[in-house]
């Protein structure tokens, strides 16, 4: 069992920068992929970017290559979403995502644990 916990969603100017964090509990976090997906109203919920075990491989959405960064200490159980330059189409609530999966997964069905969701708001 994982518990995913993520914090650092607020408002934010478009074109500034916002980090996002998701800890986990248990000492088996580097035993799981970890994902970054979101949700906007009245849409359906949208890969962002995901992380291998080690953190060795990296992939994103077209949306947000080259803006947002995911990354992870599994020293600290925690895996990190860098958010750059976002835009207000990027406004939606944020979820991270464990899966027991060894390779880049993009899938919701593909993770096993979510957590609660930060809400991340971009103004123009």
């Known amino acids: 069992q994982v518990q995913l916990v993520e914090s650092g969603g607020g408002l934010v100017q478009a074109g500034g920068s916002l980090r996002l964090s998701c800890a986990a509990s248990?000492?088996?976090?580097?035993?799981?992929?970890m994902g970054w997906f979101r949700q906007a109203p009245g849409k359906e919920r949208e890969f962002v970017a995901a992380?291998?075990?080690?953190?060795?491989?990296?992939y994103y959405a077209d949306s947000v290559k080259g803006r947002f960064t995911i990354s992870r200490d599994n020293a600290k159980n925690t895996v990190y979403l860098q958010m750059n330059s976002p835009k207000p189409e990027d406004t939606a609530v944020y979820y991270c995502?464990?899966?027991?999966?060894?390779?880049?997964?993009?899938?919701?069905?593909?993770?096993?644990?979510w957590g609660q969701g930060t809400q991340v708001t971009v103004s123009a």
């Open positions: 248990g000492r088996t976090f580097s035993m799981y992929g």
């Open positions: 992380i291998t075990r080690s953190g060795g491989s990296t």
């Open positions: 995502a464990a899966t027991r999966m060894g390779y880049i997964v993009r899938r919701p069905l593909e993770y096993d644990y």
